[in-house]
């Protein structure tokens, strides 16, 4: 293929003309009515399909799980836009790879006046130097740059990069678009399956879609393997039950990085879950954890937070269940930490909810923080600061503490704690609390009263 060839011929002719390449590289769309999924970025009017119809953008970056088409999107748009296209690798390219390719394009928009398009797979894997390389050719226009991550780039990629670039977030591919994905691959002579005297099931291609789990390339690959490797019938038809799909998927990895973003969305959707009070998402959140083995003891400290800020004082139970099962799970190990992180899991989830002294703590910290300190009032006082009280003229009653406990079967006296007007928990209708509630109003109308 020579050097300055548009995408559009030579480099589109070898990609689907190649019988070895695996079905889900051959049936990549050429065009942007083709790709599966992604609605929210291309359909018609959406700002990603404005630009690239209008060839209006500079250097972007894909960000999503795997096989939801990034480098599919990358070169259609390529395709689209006459670019010639340059692929690296995260992984595999270095800063010599980067500056060779720069080079290279800068030679072909002088001589040709065509615009490179460098796409960048696995860009979080580029360190720093890496990504510094590419600024200046990214200010100056000599390529256009897209890049592909898996990972949060506002967590991966350096700030002056993502200043350089338009971030949009591609989204699991829908069941249904899937399988319209599948039947069109099995029709496509050109590129597809067309002409083998293939028939599938309806319940195996939903079953490719389902386990697929929104990767595209995860469900084309199966059905590869179902067609290429189940036997012929008699009449030399090949059919795909929903038993031969069963066996032509393997189960999905879990996305899981427990330094990134799967680590802190799942335990926020476990956490808001509970608080939420829907024991059935938590359950599953908890199972989403403890399959991709996340550490139980990290688990078991979010339900103890989590029932000491959520469910509070309507039920104080839920904090001796939660120290419990971070006890027992502690003990045993997996796989029966499962059980006491269910049981509390589920009693935390289904308690009622007050969040009062959390708020109260916060409320009283901003106070502090905020330089509003007060002084110990003088009748609160150690008995040195008493004398020293006097001293300075404070009349002997001011200084006198009165004991709550010689006062009356409630044990309660009036007596100031701080200065009036100081509200820092207020207690909800919720569960127990509804009983402090009670205690606390009876007092205050006591203390009105006296």
Same mark, same amino acid.
């Given at each position: 293929?020579?050097?300055?060839?548009?995408?559009?011929?030579?480099?589109?002719?070898?990609?689907?003309?190649?019988?070895?390449?695996?079905?889900?590289?051959?049936?990549?769309?050429?065009?942007?009515?083709?790709?599966?999924?992604?609605?929210?970025?291309?359909?018609?009017?959406?700002?990603?399909?404005?630009?690239?119809?209008?060839?209006?953008?500079?250097?972007?970056?894909?960000?999503?799980?795997?096989?939801v088409g990034k480098t599919t999107?990358?070169?259609?748009?390529?395709?689209?836009?006459?670019?010639?296209?340059?692929?690296?690798?995260?992984?595999?390219?270095?800063?010599?790879?980067?500056?060779?390719?720069?080079?290279?394009?800068?030679?072909?928009?002088?001589?040709?006046?065509?615009?490179?398009?460098?796409?960048?797979?696995?860009?979080?894997?580029?360190?720093?130097?890496?990504?510094?390389?590419?600024?200046?050719?990214?200010?100056?226009?000599?390529?256009?740059?897209?890049?592909?991550?898996?990972?949060?780039?506002?967590?991966?990629?350096?700030?002056?990069?993502?200043?350089?670039?338009?971030?949009?977030?591609?989204?699991?591919?829908?069941?249904?678009?899937?399988?319209?994905?599948?039947?069109?691959?099995?029709?496509?002579?050109?590129?597809?399956?067309?002409?083998?005297?293939?028939?599938?099931?309806?319940?195996?291609?939903?079953?490719?879609?389902?386990? =697929?789990?929104?990767? +595209?390339?995860? /469900?084309?690959?199966?059905?590869?393997? *179902? #067609?290429?490797?189940?036997?012929? %019938? @008699?009449?030399?038809?090949?059919?795909?039950?929903?038993?031969?799909?069963?066996?032509?998927?393997?189960?999905?990895?879990?996305?899981?990085d427990r330094a990134g973003d799967?680590?802190?969305?799942?335990?926020?959707?476990?956490?808001?879950?509970?608080?939420?009070?829907?024991?059935?998402?938590?359950?599953?959140?908890?199972?989403?954890?403890?399959?991709?083995?996340?550490?139980?003891?990290?688990?078991?400290?979010?339900?103890?937070?989590?029932?000491?800020?959520?469910?509070?004082?309507?039920?104080?139970?839920?904090?001796?269940?939660?120290?419990?099962?971070?006890?027992?799970?502690?003990?045993?190990?997996?796989?029966?930490?499962?059980?006491?992180? =269910?049981?509390?899991? +589920?009693?935390? /989830?289904?308690?009622?909810?007050?969040? *009062? #002294?959390?708020?109260?703590?916060? %409320? @009283?910290?901003?106070?502090?923080?905020?330089?509003?300190?007060?002084?110990?009032?003088?009748?609160?006082?150690?008995?040195?600061?008493?004398?020293?009280?006097?001293?300075?003229?404070?009349?002997?009653?001011?200084?006198?503490?009165?004991?709550?406990?010689?006062?009356?079967?409630?044990?309660?006296v009036p007596q100031a704690y701080?200065?009036?007007?100081?509200?820092?928990?207020?207690?909800?209708?919720?569960?127990?609390?509804?009983?402090?509630?009670?205690?606390?109003?009876?007092?205050?109308?006591?203390?009105?009263?006296?």
């Amino acid at each position: 293929m020579d050097l300055f060839t548009p995408y559009g011929k030579a480099q589109e002719q070898e990609e689907h003309t190649s019988g070895s390449m695996p079905l889900a590289a051959r049936m990549r769309p050429e065009s942007l009515d083709e790709v599966a999924g992604q609605k929210h970025l291309l359909a018609e009017g959406k700002l990603l399909r404005r630009a690239i119809e209008t060839d209006r953008f500079s250097s972007l970056i894909f960000y999503g799980p795997p096989g939801v088409g990034k480098t599919t999107l990358a070169s259609v748009i390529a395709r689209h836009t006459s670019a010639y296209f340059v692929m690296l690798n995260g992984v595999e390219s270095n800063v010599s790879d980067i500056r060779e390719k720069v080079a290279e394009a800068k030679a072909r928009q002088t001589l040709h006046g065509q615009k490179t398009i460098l796409f960048v797979d696995e860009l979080h894997r580029f360190n720093k130097a890496q990504q510094d390389v590419l600024l200046p050719h990214l200010e100056r226009g000599t390529v256009r740059f897209i890049g592909a991550t898996t990972e949060n780039p506002y967590f991966a990629i350096n700030s002056a990069m993502l200043s350089r670039s338009q971030i949009f977030p591609l989204e699991p591919v829908p069941d249904s678009e899937i399988i319209a994905l599948l039947r069109r691959a099995m029709a496509d002579t050109a590129r597809g399956l067309g002409n083998m005297p293939l028939y599938a099931d309806d319940e195996a291609l939903a079953h490719l879609a389902l386990k =697929a789990d929104g990767d +595209v390339r995860k /469900a084309l690959t199966a059905l590869e393997v *179902a #067609a290429l490797s189940t036997p012929p %019938a @008699a009449d030399g038809s090949i059919r795909i039950t929903l038993e031969v799909a069963e066996e032509s998927i393997q189960k999905k990895a879990v996305k899981y990085d427990r330094a990134g973003d799967g680590h802190y969305d799942t335990i926020s959707a476990f956490i808001k879950s509970m608080r939420g009070s829907d024991p059935d998402a938590a359950l599953y959140w908890l199972a989403f954890m403890l399959n991709a083995g996340e550490d139980i003891r990290f688990i078991a400290r979010r339900l103890v937070i989590c029932a000491s800020e959520d469910v509070g004082l309507a039920d104080s139970n839920a904090l001796r269940v939660a120290l419990a099962a971070a006890q027992a799970a502690e003990m045993l190990g997996m796989p029966e930490a499962r059980i006491p992180l =269910a049981h509390a899991t +589920v009693y935390i /989830a289904t308690a009622p909810k007050s969040n *009062a #002294a959390y708020a109260g703590i916060n %409320a @009283a910290l901003k106070d502090v923080q905020e330089g509003k300190t007060l002084a110990v009032p003088d009748h609160l006082a150690t008995p040195t600061r008493k004398k020293l009280a006097r001293l300075r003229g404070v009349p002997e009653e001011d200084t006198q503490y009165k004991y709550a406990h010689d006062f009356g079967d409630d044990h309660f006296v009036p007596q100031a704690y701080l200065p009036e007007g100081r509200v820092y928990y207020t207690p909800t209708n919720n569960g127990m609390e509804l009983r402090i509630a009670e205690r606390m109003q009876y007092l205050r109308n006591k203390n009105l009263n006296t």
